[in-house]
């Protein structure tokens, strides 16, 4: 049996607008305790080019990033078991408290999801079995994972990009 699993803690500010919601981090998030820490996995690059910092940044330049444009990162599971990074491998799942959160957070007016076990997770773990606010706006976003190679990284971006909107400028 895998062993359990427990996530990362939510990266978030009062103030935040957006959450973007991963399934559970892989392996090397969890080891480096990072979000998206795998060299090839395009969320950086991709939350760079539509905020417009520096990709390059160190890990807490980047989270910095996002929390000055009031964006949220967190992840749909809270534990469970794995073996290996694949969503595919995930058993026995446990959601994050989003009643809590939202709570916490009640200026979030959109939730994004980065790839499909994300939005599958929260359809199936979440929505009307936890407390959410009215009129949240949720959007399902391709993964990305290096393991979702089917799209081009301007692919993604294009999608990713839906996201600018709801977004404050600052």
């Known amino acids: 049996m895998s062993p359990l699993l427990s996530g990362l803690a939510a990266v978030a500010q009062p103030d935040?607008?957006?959450l973007i919601l991963g399934s559970m981090p892989g392996a090397k998030s969890l080891k480096q305790q990072q979000?998206?820490?795998h060299p090839r996995n395009a969320f950086w690059p991709l939350m760079a080019s539509i905020l417009n910092f520096d990709p390059t940044l160190s890990y807490p330049g980047r989270l910095q990033a996002l929390i000055a444009r009031q964006v949220a990162l967190w992840d749909v599971i809270g534990f469970c078991q794995r073996q290996g990074s694949l969503d595919s491998a995930i058993s026995a799942e446990q959601p994050n408290d989003f009643s809590c959160f939202m709570q916490q957070h009640s200026?979030?007016?959109a939730i994004a999801f980065n790839g499909g076990k994300a939005w599958q997770s929260f359809r199936r773990q979440v929505i009307g079995k936890?407390?959410?606010?009215d009129g949240l706006q949720l959007l399902q976003l391709p993964s990305t994972s290096p393991a979702h190679a089917s799209l081009s990284?301007?692919?993604k971006l294009q999608h990713?990009?839906?996201l600018a909107p709801?977004?404050?400028d600052n």
């Open 130 to 133: 936890q407390q959410l606010p």
């Open 166 to 168: 709801l977004l404050p």
């Open 153 to 155: 990284f301007a692919d």
């Open 107 to 109: 200026q979030i007016s």
């Open 160 to 162: 990713w990009q839906k």
């Open 16 to 18: 935040a607008r957006l």
């Open 35 to 37: 979000y998206y820490a």
